[in-house]
């Protein structure tokens, strides 16, 4: 190390002391301003610790109401991952139902009762089919493009033309989103 980077270093140490000294000077300064303005009195501690308690207790609401939201929300779609796990059970039924109205079987009315009865049973727990008709406007946040096929007429093009599998949605949430064909 040369002499001029020792001096260089020592003149940096001298500085950073004299920083360190004027800065806790200004600190007692503050803290005497303070201890001056600060009012001591039993009302001014007692007004304190009012605002102290309103804001823990405000808090302490909030989260009560946070946690009963979330829990609600949960209740709402406890049964999510059984019911999605329903649904191509729903689509079987569909299939079946409109197989044995082709050959006219006789145990179509027992298989009808057994769909209803599940699908109502869905129902009431919050399963909503989402209803997708030839000609509605493709959205992307409601419907899965499955493929694009060449529209028919101008006025069909960026529109659905034809439904794969039906949408449902348990709640204000979408769990299977509707497999659609699309006009391009």
């Not at 200004?26 to 600060?38: A, G, I, K, L």
């Not at 007429?153 to 064909?181: A, F, N, W």
Request: proline share 2%; no cysteine; net charge negative.
């Amino acid at each position: 190390m040369s002499k001029k980077e020792k001096k260089a270093i020592e003149e940096d140490e001298v500085k950073a002391q004299e920083g360190t000294e004027s800065s806790e000077e200004v600190s007692q300064e503050e803290t005497s301003e303070h201890s001056e303005t600060v009012d001591e009195s039993p009302e001014a501690l007692l007004a304190l610790e009012k605002d102290k308690f309103l804001r823990l207790f405000a808090e302490f609401e909030n989260y009560k109401k946070r946690t009963t939201k979330e829990r609600i929300d949960l209740f709402k779609t406890a049964g999510r991952e059984v019911i999605a796990a329903l649904l191509p059970v729903v689509d079987d039924f569909e299939r079946a139902i409109a197989e044995m109205q082709k050959q006219e079987d006789a145990h179509i009315e027992g298989i009808r009762l057994i769909y209803n009865k599940l699908t109502e049973t869905l129902k009431s727990k919050g399963l909503e089919s989402l209803e997708v008709k030839a000609g509605d406007v493709f959205d992307s946040d409601v419907h899965e493009a499955i493929t694009q096929i060449k529209a028919p007429s101008e006025d069909m093009v960026g529109k659905i033309i034809d439904t794969v599998e039906k949408g449902y949605k348990l709640g204000d949430q979408i769990i299977r989103h509707p497999k659609v064909v699309v006009g391009n």
